[in-house]
């Protein structure tokens, strides 16, 4: 292994460390308080921030995937190295696993306190379950539109010749759309959007007393299902981006660049001046 490899998969590892820490830490804080921390936008929030500190921690490096669907989404729509695919996905539920037994231990007297048999009451702490009323087609269905909506909008929001974020605010800005992935879809499945989020954090709740950790509260086995949908979801959503917009991107919106001529109603694109360099793109794309 390259020291550049090593690199990456020690920042994916430590970006996922970083958003399960604040991430699952925020959750159980919420539930071992039986509410007096926060509530149900506490934990939308909190999310919201792990992710964006995540991807801060690790984007100079990594790239900060922190999430296998990502991962995989890039490997066949971007051209991210498809040998790196199932390292990145070991660094990422490696971390997501270190920093949930990080929490497990933390919170290890108020989990005592308020579910000294580790059931179902907590173990949301760690990993995701259906909410009441929810079957286990309709979680599928939930995480696969969750992260099709998460790797669309981060494709849109990376790419680019897009008018992605400037100022480095494109961490900020996934956190945010986390938030409100959080908002529009939590409450059916817990949108895990994120096989390592949820595996990771399932197996540390497993070796650390939970029994149950691989079943819903009527013992259906559930552990798979935010694994395989947020991985379909994320192929959807990526496909999706590519057909409905980076498709119409180039070359035509690199030779408005080149010359200036933005189309009337179209955004400037800050990252992409009229200068020879794009001229050059612009004549590779002929």
């Not at 048999?117 to 009323?133: D, K, R, Y």
């Not at 790419?159 to 986390?178: D, E, H, K, Q, S």
């Not at 009337?264 to 001229?279: D, L, N």
Request: with cysteine; net charge negative; glycine share 12%.
């Amino acid at each position: 292994m390259s020291r550049g490899d090593a690199g990456e998969l020690a920042a994916e590892f430590a970006g996922t460390f970083v958003l399960i820490l604040i991430g699952c830490g925020t959750v159980a804080q919420v539930v071992t308080s039986d509410g007096a921390a926060g509530d149900w936008s506490t934990l939308v929030w909190g999310w919201g921030v792990a992710v964006t500190m995540g991807v801060y921690v690790a984007g100079r490096v990594s790239g900060a995937h922190l999430n296998p669907a990502v991962t995989l989404a890039l490997a066949v729509f971007k051209g991210f190295a498809r040998r790196k695919v199932a390292p990145y996905w070991l660094a990422q539920t490696a971390g997501a696993f270190l920093a949930a037994l990080v929490v497990r231990a933390v919170y290890a007297g108020p989990i005592a306190a308020v579910d000294p048999g580790h059931t179902v009451a907590t173990q949301t702490i760690f990993s995701t379950l259906p909410g009441e009323h929810v079957s286990i087609l309709a979680a599928f269905g939930d995480q696969i539109v969750g992260t099709a909506l998460l790797v669309f909008v981060i494709f849109a929001l990376t790419n680019a010749l897009n008018n992605p974020p400037g100022a480095n605010m494109a961490p900020f800005m996934i956190g945010f759309l986390v938030v409100g992935i959080g908002i529009a879809f939590g409450a059916n499945a817990g949108y895990a959007i994120n096989p390592a989020r949820d595996l990771g954090p399932r197996l540390a709740s497993f070796v650390s007393g939970y029994d149950t950790a691989f079943v819903t509260s009527t013992g259906v086995p559930y552990w798979w299902l935010p694994i395989v949908a947020p991985l379909l979801g994320g192929l959807i959503g990526g496909g999706a981006f590519v057909l409905l917009v980076e498709r119409f991107l180039a070359p035509a919106e690199l030779e408005a660049a080149a010359t200036g001529d933005v189309p009337v109603g179209r955004i400037p694109h800050p990252e992409v001046p009229a200068e020879p360099a794009v001229a050059s793109r612009l004549e590779e794309t002929r």
